[in-house]
């Protein structure tokens, strides 16, 4: 299958540390990607993993264990603005994308 | 400025009907994709060209089917519009069909049958 597994919902404050897992099924892996998509808005890319290890990105930082199916992106020093929708992507053959169902991050004052 | 434009933005139409949703992208991409939004935020790959060639087609009803030109648009049409249709369809473009690059995405049309 090509399901991936992420929370539904994620809170925190201003100025704190937020990870949000994702595990995956194995099937024709060919990297995980992480989209960001406000209410209303498009999904806008993040970060890509195609092999172990942590990449990254600003504040935002992801991380894949291939061995382990899992990945996790991890924000830092959040921000109002970052309240958003964040999907974990598996890339599979031919250019495919198959999406998480999306964790919502709140971040509250 | 635009990277991937789509139009109408949104789009209000009786059950049965017919219509199309298109997408421009100025990236210069080879490969462009058309998504469908659920009302619960699942995003779902429906299809997929290569310089206008359809390579992915992801089990989706003949109601629909896409048409590319050229390499930087890809159209949608629907017919016979169902309640279930109702959804937001995102186009997206990248430079490889590889599946390790960065897609972007245009900025959706909110279909709403009624």
């Known amino acids: 299958g090509q399901s991936l597994e992420q929370p539904s919902e994620v809170t925190a404050v201003e100025g704190a540390i937020v990870q949000i897992n994702c595990t995956y099924q194995t099937s024709g892996f060919y990297g995980l990607s992480w989209y960001q998509q406000h209410d209303g808005g498009a999904p806008t890319f993040l970060s890509y993993n195609a092999l172990d290890g942590l990449e990254e990105t600003g504040r935002f930082s992801s991380f894949l264990s291939r061995s382990d199916s899992y990945g996790y992106l991890l924000l830092q020093e959040l921000q109002m603005k970052d309240s958003a929708s964040y999907f974990c992507?598996?890339?599979?053959?031919?250019?495919?994308?198959?999406f998480g169902r999306g964790t919502q991050l709140t971040v509250w004052p | 400025d635009t990277a991937v434009s789509q139009t109408p933005k949104y789009l209000v139409t009786q059950m049965g009907n017919d219509k199309s949703i298109k997408c421009e992208q100025n990236?210069?991409?080879?490969?462009m994709y058309w998504y469908k939004q659920d009302s619960k935020k699942f995003l779902k790959i429906m299809f997929s060209?290569?310089?206008?060639?359809?390579?992915i087609n992801e089990t989706v009803p003949n109601r629909f089917s896409p048409k590319s030109p050229d390499k930087a648009h890809l159209n949608l049409h629907i017919n016979s519009l169902e309640l279930g249709d109702s959804a937001v369809y995102f186009c997206a473009s990248s430079s490889d069909r590889a599946g390790t690059d960065t897609q972007y995405f245009g900025p959706g049309t909110r279909l709403t049958v009624l």
């Open positions: 992507a598996r890339g599979s053959t031919l250019g495919r994308l198959y």
């Open positions: 990236l210069g991409h080879d490969t």
């Open positions: 060209y290569n310089n206008k060639e359809l390579i």
